[in-house]
């Protein structure tokens, strides 16, 4: 079974930033997450999940939602089989339950279709001065 763990979540200010990571286990031998595109979403209190971004596994080109476009980077670290989502100008808007996800059969688009398999339990964002 497929788990997925996040860190990097805090309580930072208006304008800080943050850089989350994803690592995973459980992949069949010689599997790694590098295999895996990966989906970064979010969920505030009383909101809808909402997907922020994505990197594919055969190219890594990736997709940013509009609404954090310009502000957070995903990326991927093949020597260390890590998936990273950096923000930056952070604003009080961005504060979530922050996931990735991932499942060899979902597609990394700019849709950020929440339609995957296996999730991570979630690191905190708080934006607050």
């Known amino acids: 079974q497929v788990q997925l763990v996040e860190s990097g979540g805090a309580t930072v200010q208006p304008g800080g930033s943050l850089t989350l990571s994803c690592i995973g286990s459980?992949?069949?031998?010689?599997?790694?997450?590098?295999?895996?595109?990966v989906g970064w979403f979010r969920q505030a209190p009383g909101k809808k999940r909402e997907g922020v971004a994505c990197?594919?596994?055969?190219?890594?080109?990736?997709y940013v939602s509009d609404s954090v476009k310009g502000r957070f980077t995903v990326s991927r670290d093949r020597n260390t089989n890590t998936v990273y989502l950096r923000l930056d100008n952070l604003k009080p808007e961005d504060t979530a339950l922050y996931y990735c996800?991932?499942?060899?059969?979902?597609?990394?688009?700019?849709?950020?279709?929440?339609?995957?398999?296996?999730w991570g339990q979630g690191t905190q964002v708080t934006v607050s001065s």
């Open positions: 459980g992949f069949s031998p010689g599997v790694t997450l590098d295999f895996y595109p």
């Open positions: 996800a991932t499942d060899n059969h979902w597609i990394c688009t700019k849709r950020l279709d929440s339609n995957v398999d296996y």
């Open positions: 990197i594919r596994n055969n190219d890594d080109s990736t």
